[in-house]
Every structure is written in structure tokens, then in C-alpha cells.
């Protein structure tokens, strides 16, 4: 399975709980109407645990918790599928309406990207 990972900022003139409803409740649907065009086999958001859940595993390492709003996680089953449904017009519609629908409650320049293949060492792969 193949991951995208993107973590995103907010606008600033939005609220956490503005934010957060937008995101759940109007794009996580969208997405979902267009996940067959974009060939997209699972998509999970990933939204902030506030407090100091991560103190002793950011101590231990002597790192930081990322400053981003959340984290979106969007697969495939292959690396195929993927470039299909860029190259497909159908794909090309459901992305723009995806992007355009982003538009409105993220700061499109400040999202970050990461493409992965994922391997498992515990778990099971998600259904």
C-alpha cells in the first residue's frame, strides 16, 4: 500500500473547532464521493491530541511535536492506481474538487507531503 501524507495548516482566521468540523464533517465526505475517481483505497485524518500526550516520547528523543493542525492520510493499493487516476480525466474533475474545496479552510503553500510504501511489522493492513 502506498501512503501520501499531508500535513496541513489551517487559515488563520479559523478556530481548532472550526477547523475541525470543516474538515470532518464537509471534506472527509468529498473526498469520499471522489475516492473511486481518485482510485484512493483508504482515507483517514488524523486530528491533533491536545495536552501534553507525546511529553515523554518527544523527552526521550530530544525532539519536537510538528506545529501543523493535522494530518491527512490518503492510500492507495499501488503506485499504479495512483499515477491512473492523475492521468484519468475523471480523476483530474475529483481532484480539482477536492483542491477547491481545500481552498477554503487550508493554507494551500504551507502544506508538506511525504509518499511512502508501507511494511508492516505489527498489525494487520487495513481493510
Not at 474538487?97 to 498489525?123: S, T
Request: charged content about 30%; proline content about 4%; overall charge neutral.
Amino acid at each position: 500500500m502506498f501512503k501520501l501524507l499531508v500535513l496541513m495548516k489551517k487559515l488563520p482566521h479559523l478556530s481548532d473547532e472550526e477547523f475541525r468540523r470543516f474538515w470532518l464533517e464537509e471534506h472527509g465526505p468529498i473526498v469520499r464521493r471522489n475516492a473511486t475517481a481518485r482510485k484512493i483505497a483508504r482515507y483517514v485524518q488524523l486530528h491533533p491530541a491536545f495536552g501534553n500526550a507525546l511529553q515523554g516520547v518527544v523527552e526521550r528523543r530530544g525532539g519536537s511535536v510538528v506545529p501543523f493542525d493535522g494530518v491527512a492520510e490518503i492510500c492507495w493499493d499501488s503506485i499504479e492506481d495512483m499515477h491512473a487516476a492523475n492521468a484519468s480525466e475523471e480523476g483530474g474533475r475529483a481532484a480539482m474538487e477536492i483542491v477547491e474545496h481545500e481552498r477554503q479552510f487550508l493554507e494551500l503553500p504551507r502544506l508538506q507531503f511525504f509518499l511512502g510504501e508501507e511494511h508492516i511489522f505489527k498489525g494487520r493492513r487495513a481493510t
